[in-house]
């Protein structure tokens, strides 16, 4: 079956740093890739995705890249800010409809 | 607009009661998803909703849960005989259309405490 593999948490780290938050997955056929984000007391929220092998999602100043032959789209920022504390989930379909697998999530803690 | 509504936010209940959990989609949004996320957990799929019809219902856990959506629009989520193990926060999502690219706009959950 399929699954997603997160590093686990939490990740601290100082403001401007750079964050990598590594995602592996396996899975039958060709997934979609995912990264969603929790910030305190709110929802899950679409963070960025990839459709596709070599495709880039970005988004806030986040990226990731959809890397097939090494099963990875690992999340990355150059220069992050205390608003960035987070839990940050990886997923991925294989489904047609879109049912989404997630990881176990990785929390993000930037300090001042 | 409007994003995807729940309720109750939290719910507390004893051991063996029945419980009803309602998702408000986003207006216009066909696809509808529940999944359930247990403490230090990714969500878990459970349900999936296609207009009216369930679809896919491979992740209910058992026959205790059950799910509608009988006009297309607000869903239901209900679990019988509640145990302890059902404790968790149970998420809906709704997309404009069921594809695997589709984004999925989540709801802020319902917190589910069964003592």
């Known amino acids: 079956g399929n699954s997603v593999t997160q590093m686990e948490g939490p990740v601290t780290l100082s403001e401007e740093a750079f964050l990598t938050i590594n995602c592996t997955y396996t899975?039958?056929?060709?997934?979609?890739l995912f990264w969603y984000v929790q910030y305190p007391g709110e929802g899950l929220q679409l963070l960025l995705k990839?459709?596709?092998?070599?495709d880039k999602g970005s988004n806030k100043g986040f990226e990731a890249t959809y890397r097939k032959e090494t099963t990875s789209f690992h999340l990355e920022k150059g220069s992050v800010q205390v608003s960035d504390s987070a839990v940050y989930f990886c997923?991925?379909?294989?489904?047609?409809?879109?049912?989404?697998?997630f990881g176990a999530g990785t929390q993000v803690v930037v300090t001042p | 607009g409007a994003g995807v509504s729940q309720t109750p936010s939290n719910k507390v209940t004893e051991k063996g009661k029945y419980v009803e959990l309602r998702c408000d989609p986003i207006?216009?949004?066909?696809?509808l998803y529940w999944y359930r996320q247990s403490l230090g957990q990714g969500p878990e799929f459970l349900i999936y909703?296609?207009?009216?019809?369930?679809?896919?219902d491979s992740g209910l856990p058992n026959d205790r849960f059950f799910a509608v959506r009988p006009e297309g629009s607000v869903s239901t989520l209900k679990i019988q005989r509640t145990e302890r193990g059902d404790s968790a926060v149970y998420l809906c999502?709704?997309?404009?259309?069921?594809?695997?690219?589709?984004?999925?706009?989540f709801g802020p959950g319902t917190r589910l405490l069964v003592l």
């Open positions: 997923a991925l379909t294989t489904d047609s409809w879109g049912k989404l697998q």
């Open positions: 990839a459709t596709k092998a070599d």
């Open positions: 999502a709704s997309s404009q259309r069921a594809a695997s690219e589709e984004t999925q706009y």
């Open positions: 909703f296609q207009g009216t019809g369930a679809a896919d």
């Open positions: 207006s216009g949004h066909t696809a």
């Open positions: 899975a039958t056929g060709y997934p979609s």
